[in-house]
Nanobody
């Protein structure tokens, strides 16, 4: 059974940093695209970043370019999201997803999802 577990969320001040992790079991991440999504209260889920399974290319939402970095460690079967220069508008529950055949920001392409981790940016 596929299981994705996000961790690393918490409360930080504006301008601070967090590193999110997504550990997978029952599924190999190295052969598929992986995405990070987020959902704030009262808002729809939006794509944040994704990484290609074939060549490691990365993609980012315009709102996080230059601040967030996605990476993967195939040996640990884990994907990461390094978040720097955090803003209050980054506050949301962050989800990782996998199983897409390519890197995509379309949530419908991902059959497997984690339970989410809360990120709160506030002074």
């Amino acid at each position: 059974q596929v299981q994705l577990v996000e961790s690393g969320g918490g409360l930080v001040q504006p301008g601070g940093s967090l590193r999110l992790s997504c550990a997978a079991s029952g599924f190999r991440l190295d052969g598929y695209g992986i995405g990070w999504f987020r959902q704030a209260p009262g808002k729809e889920r939006e794509g944040v970043s994704c990484i290609s399974s074939s060549d490691g290319r990365t993609y980012y939402a315009e709102s996080v370019k230059g601040r967030f970095t996605i990476s993967r460690d195939n040996a640990k079967n884990t994907v990461y999201l390094q978040m720097n220069s955090l803003k209050p508008e980054d506050t949301a529950v962050y989800y990782c997803a996998t199983g897409a055949f390519t890197a995509t920001m379309k949530s419908d392409e991902y059959p497997y999802w984690g339970q989410g981790t809360q990120v709160t940016v506030s002074s």
